[in-house]
């Protein structure tokens, strides 16, 4: 029987915390032109002047989050991958990182040697962007036509509105709601506002709506904002949230250009001012830990609403290597569609 890898992607981390290697990661990221998208010299230009001070502060970032086999979004990726393989019965479970090792070229090249065919991709994204979904598809692209791989790719697709997904997020986050907390804030990545102007057709659409209902389906499925509105909905309305006691924020601003909002530090700040004390916070736009999780609602986010008047900010984990989200997510691989 023919068989069918499964190859989950994410997006990578530096190789460690010294400084010339997270210049290195950032260089990489932030020139692929999926993530700034200026013409090539503006790009290099904007970078190099990002690179003069970015990388000193991330890798001091990054030192206080590190574990001792490495970066959190890739040890907590590699046993996503050990808790995955007990339920995809169709061939070998590979893991590629966009930036970085392990990288998704030499995963599709072990693949390929070792007679795979046909492998469904797994962008573990739930929400789509240019920027993370798209630029993993083309590299995957790119391997394929420099290395003359004859692999049959198949894309899972942005899985936000998923009821495997839904259920996972619900079930995993079920243990801090039976806690006490005033509100619950879902601070998802946030995304410069021309990455979505340029998809959405709709010039009307609006980029400050509070709610997704009424969006037409054709700007749904290009608009990262009102996927992240959807996926706060659906989750809400699955755990039986009160009205007013959860809200959306976008976080990770980087620059000077108008990204999504609202921003996630003037919703903590707002929050302290409003007196709540104890504040939840979920990240849903990652399914894996990482330095925006750990370090900037971890620790920076919790310092700033302390100082607004709250109490206390509980990070909720993302769903990281838990079972249930291993189960879910090999059935939505299974269901994938379409051929690349
Ligand atoms: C223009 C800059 C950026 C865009 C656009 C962007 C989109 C985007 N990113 C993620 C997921 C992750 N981003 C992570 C780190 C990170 N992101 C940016 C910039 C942009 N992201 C930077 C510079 C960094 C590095 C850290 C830092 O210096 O602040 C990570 C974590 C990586 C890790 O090693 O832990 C993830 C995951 C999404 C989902 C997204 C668009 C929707
Ligand atoms: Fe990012
Ligand atoms: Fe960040």
């Given at each position: 029987m023919t068989q069918n890898a499964l190859l989950l992607v994410n997006l990578g981390s530096p190789a460690s915390t010294r400084v010339e290697d997270v210049r290195r990661y950032l260089d990489q990221f932030l020139m692929d032109p999926y993530v700034i998208d200026l013409p090539w010299p503006i790009r290099r230009l904007l970078v190099s002047l990002v690179l003069r001070k970015r990388p000193e502060e991330s890798a001091h970032a990054y030192a206080s989050i590190w574990w001792d086999d490495g970066s959190p979004l890739v040890v907590l990726s590699r046993r996503l991958q050990e808790a995955v393989r007990p339920f995809w019965s169709h061939g070998p479970v590979e893991l590629g990182m966009r930036y970085g090792e392990p990288s998704i070229e030499g995963a599709l090249l072990r693949l390929s040697q070792q007679g795979i065919t046909q492998v469904t991709f797994a962008p573990l994204y739930p929400q789509f962007a240019d920027s993370t979904t798209t630029t993993a598809i083309e590299e995957a692209r790119r391997v394929m036509r420099e290395h003359g791989l004859k692999l049959e790719l198949k894309v899972l697709p942005?899985?936000?509105?998923e009821p495997e997904y839904r259920q996972a997020l619900v079930d995993s986050v079920k243990p801090y709601l039976e806690q006490p907390y005033d509100h619950l804030l879902l601070s998802f990545h946030g995304l410069p506002e021309s990455h979505i102007r340029k998809l959405v057709k709709d010039k009307s659409h609006d980029l400050t709506a509070s709610s997704s209902r009424g969006v037409h389906e054709d700007v749904m499925a290009v608009c990262y904002r009102s996927q992240c509105l959807r996926t706060a909905e659906d989750f809400a309305a699955g755990a039986g949230l009160e009205d007013g006691r959860w809200s959306v924020s976008f976080q990770s601003r980087l620059g000077r250009n108008k990204w999504i909002e609202p921003y996630t530090e003037a919703q903590l700040d707002k929050l302290g001012k409003q007196g709540v004390k104890r504040l939840l916070v979920m990240c849903p736009a990652f399914v894996a830990d990482c330095i925006e999780t750990l370090e900037e609602i971890g620790q920076r986010g919790n310092e700033q609403f302390r100082a607004a008047g709250g109490e206390e900010l509980v990070l909720v984990p993302c769903l990281n290597d838990q079972e249930l989200w291993a189960r879910a997510l090999a059935k939505l691989c299974e269901r994938t569609p379409a051929a690349i």
């Open positions: 942005p899985f936000y509105a």
